[in-house]
Each structure stands twice: as structure tokens, then as C-alpha cells.
RNA sequence: GCCCCCAUCGUCUAGUGGCCUAGGACACCACCCUCUCAAGGUGGCGGCACGGGUUCGAAUCCCGUUGGGGGUGCCA
């Protein structure tokens, strides 16, 4: 199997049967955490690859050198593994191919497409306020003649007429005219190479067959084609330009003000299969209507020209609803060895969680929820919460009696088992008169006095089970107490 | 301002001219189940932005209006 079939998981037939196969690409650049809009664009690049036994390149776009953060490239490279989406060959990047670039953008300026402006970018936003117009730049500097120096910077000389038109698999054909492109930088001051700039001459070197990317690309897509044309380069890709993930407010998802990266939902005890399951359906839909779903079956199932065309909100409650669907789904050795990193005592919340692991497991939505629930457990001073203990012993009916019956009862207990409990529970509640029309206990209202008493709320993992696990000397030490407080 | 894109329940979506008195999921509400909570079951709430066309017939096609978003950086 060839290396690149390898990082895909991809059956070398699969990976060789075809020579023209496609070739898309995720090009991150470093300059945050990888979240979950760009997770969401790598999935649909990584579906549309599997899907069609093509490969996936990891293009890191640090050509910035002042905004780069190195350290954050190890983070997006992790979080694409945690995800379970891997990517074909070593990562290309950037920075490693500048000469590329400058290559390019000297003949353009050879040719007379590219040229020298010395405006700062507070000059040419005078310019465009004290004339009223469009901001951006209005090409002051085209026929200056200007020569490299330390403060000029290569900008691109935009076609005057004519009109660019691309075809996307997702909104149809684009047309924009091209007296609306402004004359974008190619080069920076610095000498480094723009985004525009470096994308083309990486996809066409590349031969990235298709670009899939967010919707906030779309109107960079003419410039894209135009510089390329310029270049010479007979390149078109296939563009699929995906619908931006958007807030409550209906805003683009912001590192700023949302949080949304990949890491910290991993912190929270997200597994990376619901996140996604969940992302998968953020602009598009299984046919068959099933949403709880393997990542196999996606790749099935997707296709990038059924991609909705409008935004998506990205919603945390139907995400937890996802990830608890997984987390229920998942083996209970598998659970715990999951869990086992979100508990932060350790070897003691291990032995507890333990014997009710299964009973947690599918009360969970996160894994971060399973210590509180397992809490009660802990060898140290039970912490009571007030608005249970007032509901279950102020409000609750016969709390007092139920206290005493159920610690006489538990106290005579031979087997100290989930069952045997319930049956002195049981007596208890009938002693107390706490019984329904048959003459059976009610223990809907017996239990209350005694969750509260042992677990401290009023909410939890069943009760019989959750005192076996207790033990019989925790239990009646907090069943006295809280008598005593009564 | 200019350019581009978008428009089905609160949210994500199904729907590609008749199968739609618009289907599913999340959320919410009620009931059932039940030792609490979950889970599960049943039911409910709730939508084709508006106006014109085209057509025997439109959520679906066309035009316009309105609304929303994205872009307009020596960020990507």
C-alpha cells in the first residue's frame, strides 16, 4: 500500500485503480486553533476524497510571517488526527516555497501585469474617503513606474473590462466583472507572498482538481482566476465553496467571540465521532433521513453538489444531543477508558465510577459530566444541595419517619445488595404509610429523603445501585446525619 | 457605497413541477413508562419571506421587492 493510501485507510486498489483521480487539498493557516468551521471544511474535503478514492493534501498557508504562530500548526495537525482526519503525504507548507511564488510574481512583473505601489494602506483609505467612493485601493500607483524597495509592494494590475465567470458545484455559475477587482498586493513590503498569490500557484502545482472551501472565498475566487490566467497557467479547478457556519446572532463563527474551537470541545468530553456526525450535517443531509451515523456511512452517503447553499447555525444543544447518542452507542470498556482522563481524582473516581459505569454511561451527555455524577462516591464530606434537600425533606412528605424506618431497616440488613436494599427501602416506605392504592410502596416519594441524605441532590444514577456502590457504612452514617439535621 | 451569495418550522434539514392539507431531527410542551434523573414511547406546538409572472398545476421555474450574510486588508 502506498503511503498516501495508508494515511487515508484507503485499499491500495482503491488508491491506484484510477491515474486522473481527484485531488483536493485543506490549507489552514496558522494563525488560530483549528475550529469547528474549518473542521467542517476539512470533513467535506475528506468525504469527497474518500468517496471517490482521491487524495486529501495538507497545504499549511504561514506565507505571514508577522501574524504566523508556528506552535498553533502542531495544534491544527493534532486536532485533524483526533477528528480521524487524516490527510495524504506530509504537509506541504509555505513558508517552505517562497521562491515559487517570488518566481511567479516576477514575471508578472516582467510582463507587465504586476507593479510597484509605495501607498500605505492609511493613504489609500484617505484616498478613497476624501473622494467619496468604493474604499480600497484605486490604483494610484499603476502608472508611477515605481522599482522594488523597502516600503513598495507588488499589486496585481486587475483587468479593466471584461468579466471572470466560474462554475461551483454548489451555487451554479458566478459571473463578476472584472472592472470590480481592485488591484490586490501580490508581494508584501516585506517580500512575502499573499494569499492570492501563493493559492494559485500551489493548487495549479498542485494539480488540486478540486477546491472546497467556505463561502467567505467566493469573491476571491475571480481574482484567483484572473492571476492565474496572467500567469499563463491553463488551470481550472472544480470550485465548491461551502455555506459559512454562522452564530445566534446569525454572524460568521469567530475565534474573537464565539468559542468554538476544535480543542475545547474536545476539553469539554466531545468524542470526535459526534463532533463530526454533528458537523456532517451542518449544510447537508443524509437522504435516507438517518443523523446519528458512522463516519463510513457519510462517506457513502455524501456528495458536495447536494450541499445546501445558505448558512448554517451552529448549534451546541444538538451537538451534546449527538455526542450523548455516541457515547450511549459506545462499549462500556470503551466508555471508560474514555472517560478515564476526565476524572480528575483519579484512582478514586475510577473505583467508583466503576460499578455503575453502565448507569452513568447513558445519563452522560459529555464526559466532563460524569465525575459530578459519581461525586457522592468520593471519600471526603458530602456537599448538599440546598434546593433538593429543601424539596425532598421541607417539602417532601414524612422525611423524618422515612429516615428512621429506612436506617433501622438497612441497618438489620444481612446481604448488602442493590435488591436487598430495595426490598428494606420498600418496607420502610409501607411502615411509614407512604403507599399507593394497592398497598404497595410509593417509591417515587420514598426515595427522595434518602437520594438527598446520601447523594446530596436530588438527581442521579438509580438509587438501590448507587448505595451498594456506597456501601453500608457511608450509607447509614449519612442517612444519621441528615436525621439529626432534620 | 460597490460586488457577490443566500432565503422551507426557533434551529439543522428533506423536498429538483403533481406523491406536500410540506416529511425528519434538535429544542420546547403534555402524557405514558418509571425508585429520581436520563433513555424510550405517544401526541402537541411550529415553516415554504412578500409581490408578480410561466403552467392545467409551483415550496419547487422566471422577474422584482424585502430581509440576511459574505467580500471589499501589505489576514487567510
Same mark, same amino acid.
Given at each position: 500500500?502506498?503511503?498516501?493510501?495508508?494515511?487515508?485507510?484507503?485499499?491500495?486498489?482503491?488508491?491506484?485503480?484510477?491515474?486522473?483521480?481527484?485531488?483536493?487539498?485543506?490549507?489552514?493557516?496558522?494563525?488560530?486553533?483549528?475550529?469547528?468551521?474549518?473542521? =467542517?471544511?476539512?470533513?467535506?474535503?475528506?468525504?469527497?476524497?474518500?468517496?471517490?478514492?482521491?487524495?486529501?493534501?495538507?497545504?499549511?498557508?504561514?506565507?505571514?510571517?508577522?501574524?504566523?504562530?508556528?506552535?498553533?500548526?502542531?495544534?491544527?495537525?493534532?486536532?485533524?488526527?483526533?477528528?480521524?482526519?487524516?490527510?495524504?503525504?506530509?504537509?506541504?507548507?509555505?513558508?517552505?516555497?517562497?521562491?515559487?511564488?517570488?518566481?511567479?510574481?516576477?514575471?508578472?512583473?516582467?510582463?507587465?501585469?504586476?507593479?510597484?505601489?509605495?501607498?500605505?494602506?492609511?493613504?489609500?483609505?484617505?484616498?478613497?474617503?476624501?473622494?467619496?467612493?468604493?474604499?480600497?485601493?484605486?490604483?494610484?500607483? =499603476?502608472?508611477?513606474?515605481?522599482?522594488?524597495?523597502?516600503?513598495?509592494?507588488?499589486?496585481?494590475?486587475?483587468?479593466?473590462?471584461?468579466?471572470?465567470?466560474?462554475?461551483?458545484?454548489? =451555487?451554479?455559475?458566478?459571473?463578476?466583472?472584472?472592472?470590480?477587482?481592485?488591484?490586490?498586493?501580490?508581494?508584501?513590503?516585506?517580500?512575502?507572498?499573499?494569499?492570492?498569490?501563493?493559492?494559485?500557484?500551489?493548487?495549479?502545482?498542485?494539480?488540486?482538481?478540486?477546491?472546497?472551501?467556505?463561502?467567505?472565498?467566493?469573491?476571491?475566487?475571480?481574482?484567483?482566476?484572473?492571476?492565474?490566467?496572467?500567469?499563463?497557467?491553463?488551470?481550472?479547478?472544480?470550485?465548491?465553496?461551502?455555506?459559512?457556519?454562522?452564530?445566534?446572532?446569525?454572524?460568521?463563527?469567530? @475565534?474573537?467571540?464565539?468559542?468554538?474551537?476544535?480543542?475545547?470541545?474536545?476539553?469539554?468530553?466531545?468524542?470526535?465521532?459526534?463532533?463530526?456526525?454533528?458537523?456532517?450535517?451542518?449544510?447537508?443531509?443524509? @437522504?435516507?433521513?438517518?443523523?446519528?451515523?458512522?463516519?463510513?456511512?457519510?462517506?457513502?452517503?455524501?456528495?458536495?453538489?447536494?450541499?445546501?447553499?445558505?448558512?448554517?447555525?451552529?448549534?451546541?444543544?444538538?451537538?451534546?444531543?449527538?455526542?450523548?447518542?455516541?457515547?450511549?452507542?459506545?462499549?462500556?470498556?470503551?466508555?471508560?477508558?474514555?472517560?478515564?482522563?476526565?476524572?480528575?481524582?483519579?484512582?478514586?473516581?475510577?473505583?467508583?465510577?466503576?460499578?455503575?459505569?453502565?448507569?452513568?454511561?447513558? =445519563?452522560?451527555?459529555?464526559?466532563?459530566?460524569?465525575?459530578?455524577?459519581?461525586?457522592?462516591?468520593?471519600?471526603?464530606?458530602?456537599?448538599?444541595?440546598?434546593?433538593?434537600?429543601?424539596?425532598?425533606?421541607?417539602?417532601? @412528605?414524612?422525611?423524618?419517619?422515612?429516615?428512621?424506618?429506612?436506617?433501622?431497616?438497612?441497618?438489620?440488613?444481612?446481604?448488602?445488595?442493590?435488591?436487598?436494599?430495595?426490598?428494606?427501602?420498600?418496607?420502610?416506605?409501607?411502615?411509614?404509610?407512604?403507599?399507593?392504592?394497592?398497598?404497595?410502596?410509593?417509591?417515587? @416519594?420514598?426515595?427522595?429523603?434518602?437520594?438527598?441524605?446520601?447523594?446530596?441532590?436530588?438527581?442521579?444514577?438509580?438509587?438501590?445501585?448507587?448505595?451498594?456502590?456506597?456501601?453500608?457504612?457511608?450509607?447509614?452514617?449519612?442517612?444519621?446525619?441528615?436525621?439529626?439535621?432534620?
Amino acid at each position: 500500500m502506498s503511503h498516501a493510501a495508508a494515511r487515508l485507510g484507503l485499499p491500495d486498489t482503491l488508491a491506484t485503480v484510477t491515474t486522473d483521480r481527484p485531488r483536493l487539498r485543506f490549507a489552514p493557516s496558522p494563525t488560530g486553533y483549528l475550529h469547528v468551521g474549518g473542521a =467542517r471544511t476539512v470533513l467535506f474535503n475528506w468525504l469527497h476524497a474518500r468517496r471517490t478514492g482521491g487524495e486529501l493534501i495538507l497545504r499549511i498557508e504561514d506565507t505571514d510571517t508577522e501574524r504566523n504562530r508556528p506552535e498553533l500548526t502542531e495544534n491544527i495537525l493534532d486536532m485533524l488526527q483526533w477528528l480521524g482526519l487524516g490527510w495524504d503525504g506530509e504537509p506541504t507548507y509555505q513558508s517552505a516555497r517562497m521562491n515559487l511564488y517570488r518566481e511567479a510574481a516576477d514575471r508578472l512583473f516582467a510582463s507587465g501585469r504586476a507593479y510597484w505601489c509605495d501607498c500605505t494602506a492609511e493613504a489609500s483609505q484617505a484616498r478613497a474617503k476624501e473622494r467619496g467612493g468604493p474604499p480600497g485601493y484605486d490604483g494610484f500607483c =499603476r502608472d508611477r513606474a515605481l522599482g522594488p524597495g523597502p516600503a513598495t509592494a507588488l499589486r496585481f494590475r486587475s483587468p479593466d473590462d471584461g468579466a471572470t465567470t466560474f462554475e461551483d458545484l454548489i =451555487r451554479g455559475t458566478v459571473t463578476v466583472e472584472n472592472s470590480t477587482l481592485e488591484d490586490f498586493v501580490l508581494l508584501r513590503s516585506s517580500g512575502t507572498p499573499t494569499f492570492l498569490l501563493a493559492n494559485i500557484v500551489d493548487d495549479a502545482d498542485m494539480a488540486i482538481t478540486h477546491v472546497v472551501r467556505g463561502e467567505e472565498h467566493v469573491n476571491g475566487t475571480p481574482k484567483y482566476l484572473c492571476l492565474g490566467d496572467a500567469l499563463g497557467l491553463d488551470y481550472r479547478p472544480v470550485f465548491a465553496h461551502l455555506p459559512v457556519l454562522v452564530n445566534e446572532g446569525r454572524q460568521k463563527l469567530s @475565534k474573537r467571540r464565539d468559542s468554538v474551537s476544535v480543542q475545547e470541545f474536545k476539553d469539554q468530553g466531545y468524542l470526535p465521532s459526534a463532533i463530526v456526525n454533528y458537523l456532517a450535517l451542518l449544510g447537508w443531509g443524509p @437522504k435516507d433521513g438517518v443523523e446519528i451515523r458512522p463516519l463510513e456511512e457519510f462517506v457513502e452517503q455524501f456528495r458536495l453538489e447536494d450541499v445546501t447553499s445558505s448558512p448554517a447555525f451552529f448549534d451546541v444543544k444538538k451537538m451534546q444531543h449527538v455526542n450523548a447518542e455516541h457515547l450511549r452507542a459506545l462499549p462500556l470498556p470503551e466508555f471508560l477508558d474514555l472517560a478515564r482522563p476526565f476524572l480528575t481524582r483519579g484512582a478514586e473516581a475510577e473505583a467508583a465510577l466503576e460499578p455503575i459505569a453502565a448507569l452513568v454511561q447513558e =445519563r452522560v451527555r459529555l464526559l466532563t459530566e460524569v465525575e459530578r455524577m459519581i461525586a457522592f462516591l468520593f471519600d471526603e464530606p458530602l456537599e448538599i444541595d440546598e434546593a433538593s434537600w429543601t424539596k425532598a425533606m421541607v417539602k417532601g @412528605k414524612a422525611a423524618p419517619e422515612m429516615l428512621d424506618a429506612s436506617i433501622t431497616g438497612l441497618d438489620a440488613l444481612g446481604d448488602w445488595a442493590a435488591e436487598t436494599i430495595r426490598t428494606a427501602i420498600e418496607a420502610a416506605a409501607v411502615s411509614v404509610g407512604l403507599v399507593n392504592a394497592e398497598g404497595h410502596a410509593q417509591l417515587s @416519594k420514598a426515595q427522595g429523603p434518602i437520594r438527598v441524605s446520601t447523594t446530596g441532590r436530588s438527581v442521579g444514577p438509580p438509587l438501590f445501585e448507587s448505595l451498594e456502590a456506597l456501601g453500608r457504612e457511608r450509607t447509614l452514617a449519612r442517612l444519621r446525619a441528615a436525621r439529626e439535621r432534620l
